[in-house]
């Protein structure tokens, strides 16, 4: 059994290794693991989401000691990688005294000025910022003890060649060097023979991780496409969900006709800056936007656990990028899901995909509006029930009153209730939270649309000023402001949308007509904002 309490490790260390619920080895884990903690250099070859950041995590935390001296420098090619080590390192350390920082391009310097004074035994960093560092001597790196390339292929596609040779040829008292790749190119073995000695090579193909994806495909027309992944999502109830597109206008396209739908999508691709990504990722991971849309380029490196499905809303023009998509659902012995969404003319690429996944993707069945529906109505029902039985229920008298002044039969009351629901849903995809209980004018946030975007040459900044400029609201009022190619999304308060819909609704913007709607498709919001506005209006 390749349980984590067979390894020779501190007590702290496997506590922390338990708090993350993980119990058994993946086969990476299993054998890089007892080889770097007897100090040998290794050489990993193995696929996304095999448990590689463990393999060399739990090595690292193990060896180094609790003092002011910087020991380990983990290199990764993306800021995005960079963030989810150190997230995961610090995590499993959560037991133990050392202090981890990451270190990357596109943030303000000096809040990793400020994290380096703090003297971190462990740095995880991007190859240019790293070196920015360095030759600012605010990195030193004479005392690492432990030097890690993560995704070291990918490093080299990138063009980090040079700066890689750069840094290590400053890590000059090294003791121990481990590199993990995808594959083990020529590039890779070069690199080998230059900077580890004596290494040990593992290779894992990746077929550990095969069975707990189950792939898929979908033959469809372009227009089903967003009507396919509402369903599935609905019937589902897939609470994480990636969509991945093969262009950024695709990206913005999708997660606007979702969001425009009453779903809790966000986008995700290059052209956003690194605070919007860093924001995008963490709204992501915590639950507060449960689909994300994205690009290729923009989810190197993404690595998000417990993500039920994936779903390519184009087929992937590079069989390689359909691997790594695929890779972020099932993660280290987790179930996942893979649904690829074909149109007819290319179904020639479905027999490439087959080679490159290792596996024969299955005809996958789009639940009918029937078999959503029901769904639907268990839900609408299922919360009215959680809703009727609270303890807090303040209005169970005046109901009752209600129904018995006017005779009104229970049957087909609930009836025409969850038909006038089930018609909120067919006609916009309305999806009603039951829970949400508070008075109809408490300021709450509530997400807008404005058709004014990058082609406008407005930014978020000239956004929150032509709202503050026609509308009496503080800059903090304004939160969550998305500026896209033709058109932006902000979030004010409930009780102050109305005023916005009244001022800026139907206004002239630089001699073109704004049009403004409210994108939050919660019904007693959007009660509430047309409310003030037509108030507003009278």
């Known amino acids: 059994m390749n349980k984590f309490n067979v390894l020779e490790i501190s007590p702290e260390l496997l506590k922390g290794i338990n708090k993350k619920k993980y119990e058994e080895m993946t086969e990476v884990q299993a054998r890089a693991i007892p080889l770097a903690l007897e100090g040998y250099d290794v050489i990993v070859e193995a696929p996304t989401g095999t448990g590689k950041t463990m393999a060399f995590a739990i090595p690292i935390l193990e060896s180094i000691e609790d003092n002011d001296k910087l020991q380990a420098i983990i290199l990764a090619p993306t800021r995005e990688l960079v963030i989810q080590i150190t997230k995961e390192i610090k995590e499993v350390a959560s037991f133990q005294k050392f202090k981890i920082t990451s270190i990357y391009g596109g943030e303000h310097i000096e809040r990793q000025f400020r994290e380096l004074k703090k003297n971190p035994q462990i740095i995880v960093a991007t190859p240019g910022r790293l070196m920015d560092h360095m030759q600012r001597q605010t990195i030193k790196l004479k005392d690492i003890k432990i030097f890690v390339l993560d ?28 590199l993990f790749s995808a594959t083990i190119s020529k590039e890779i073995e070069e690199l080998g023979r230059l900077y580890l000695t004596s290494p040990k090579t593992i290779r894992v193909k990746g077929e550990e991780t095969k069975p707990h994806i189950k792939q898929t495909y979908v033959m469809i027309e372009e227009k089903d496409k967003v009507e396919a992944i509402t369903r599935i999502i609905d019937y589902y109830d897939y609470k994480l969900v990636i969509v991945f597109c093969n262009t950024k206008k695709a990206v913005d396209e999708v997660s606007y006709k979702l969001t425009s739908s009453g779903y809790n999508a966000i986008a995700l691709h290059g052209d ?22 994205a690009s290729d380029v923009a989810a190197r490196g993404l690595d998000v656990d417990d993500v039920d499905v994936v779903i390519n809303y184009d087929v992937p023009q590079d069989d390689e990028y359909y691997v790594h998509r695929i890779g972020r659902t099932g993660r ?11 149109l007819r003319k290319e179904r020639y690429r479905l027999k490439q995909i087959n080679i490159a996944a290792g596996s024969n993707l299955e005809l996958f069945k789009i639940p009918t509006l029937n078999e959503v529906m ?36 229970k049957d ?54 032509l709202i ?28 102050l949308a109305g005023q916005v819909l009244s001022k800026l609704h139907k206004s002239i913007v630089l001699g073109k007509r704004v049009s403004v709607e409210v994108a939050n498709d919660k019904k007693k919001r959007r009660w509430v904002v047309w409310r003030d506005f037509l108030l507003l209006n009278q």
């Open 332 to 342: 280290a012995r987790r179930s996942g899901m893979a649904i690829t969404l074909v």
């Open 151 to 178: 995704e070291a292929d990918e490093m080299l596609n990138m063009g980090f060649r040079e700066d890689i040779d750069y840094i290590l040829a400053d890590v000059k008292n090294r003791k121990q060097t481990m």
């Open 468 to 495: 503050m400029n026609k509308v009496k609201v503080k800059p903090k009022d304004i939160t969550n402001v998305d500026v896209f190619e033709k058109f932006s999304f902000f979030e004010v308060p409930t009780n």
């Open 272 to 293: 956003m800056k690194q605070m919007q990504r860093d924001q995008v990722m963490h709204r992501f991971r915590s639950g507060d936007i449960n689909i994300l849309v």
């Open 412 to 465: 087909e009351l609930i009836y025409g209730l969850l038909i006038g629901k089930l018609k909120n849903f067919e006609n916009s995809a309305e999806r009603l939270d039951l829970n949400d209980n508070e008075g109809f004018g408490k300021s709450r946030q509530v997400r807008m649309f404005i058709t004014l975007g990058k082609k406008d040459k407005f930014k978020a900044k000239t956004i929150r000023e």
């Open 374 to 409: 029901e769904v639907r109505i268990n839900k609408v029902i299922t919360e009215a029930l959680k809703n009727s039985y609270a303890s807090d229920n303040k209005y169970g008298k005046i109901i009752n009153k209600a129904i018995n002044d006017n005779s009104i039969d």
